[in-house]
């Protein structure tokens, strides 16, 4: 079955880099988008970056462009989130989340979702 | 950005119950590129329809989604206990992918 696990989160004081990752199985990888997706506590989601197939194309949020980078290895089903300069406001809940995609770049829904792994930034 | 405002914040139905939940859009989305997430506490979303009005796969048919332009529609035609929980809607038709703010679905 599809399965996507996320690791890497943990508590860091602001200025300082995390990098997550996302371990995928039960799925030809290396033919779907992904995606990070967060959610703050409490709140609501937001879209943070996309990955497609081939990582020939990526999107950032405005909100954390020059800051996180979005890469993938096809050949381990493994996608990263290299987080640098971190925040407060970068305090969430971030999942990997699988795209369906049609139309320009960027046009996907989530089919299937990781579980998370939280990324706390505090002093 | 199309920025999406769900209504109501919360909805206090019992089991039984219809629920309808709105989506409404600052610009038009087509509706192609609309989708709706379920989320229970301590747990990923889940995709229950996309395209506006088409099930994901293993979403009961008491599920349905309608809408088109800048209003959206999700209609629960009867409340089951495991129902209630926190809905989102999303727009993929232009980036950056946005979703709503969420409607939280209580028993009453």
């Known amino acids: 079955q599809v399965q996507m696990v996320e690791s890497g989160g943990g508590v860091v004081q602001p200025g300082r880099s995390l990098r997550l990752s996302c371990a995928a199985s039960g799925f030809n990888f290396r033919s779907y988008a992904m995606h990070w997706v967060r959610q703050a506590p409490g709140k609501g989601l937001e879209w943070v970056a996309l990955i497609s197939s081939d990582g020939s194309n990526i999107l950032y949020a405005d909100s954390v462009k020059d800051r996180l980078t979005i890469s993938r290895d096809n050949s381990k089903n493994t996608m990263f989130l290299q987080m640098n300069s971190l925040r407060a406001e970068d305090t969430a809940l971030y999942y990997c989340?699988?795209?369906?995609?049609?139309?320009?770049?960027?046009?996907?829904?989530?089919?299937?979702w990781g579980q998370g792994t939280l990324v706390t930034v505090s002093s | 950005e199309i920025v999406l405002t769900q209504s109501p914040g919360t909805l206090s139905l019992s089991p039984g119950d219809r629920a309808t939940l709105s989506c409404r859009a600052s610009h038009s989305v087509s509706s192609n590129y609309f989708a709706w997430y379920q989320q229970k506490p301590g747990q990923a979303p889940r995709l229950l329809i996309y395209s506006t009005s088409n099930r994901a796969t293993g979403i009961p048919d008491r599920f349905s989604g309608s809408g088109s332009g800048t209003d959206f529609t999700l209609t629960i035609s009867r409340l089951e206990p495991e129902d209630f929980a926190v809905y989102y809607c999303q727009q993929y038709r232009l980036s950056p992918i946005t979703f709503g703010q969420g409607t939280r679905l209580d028993i009453k």
């Open positions: 989340a699988r795209g369906k995609c049609s139309g320009g770049m960027g046009s996907c829904y989530f089919d299937s």
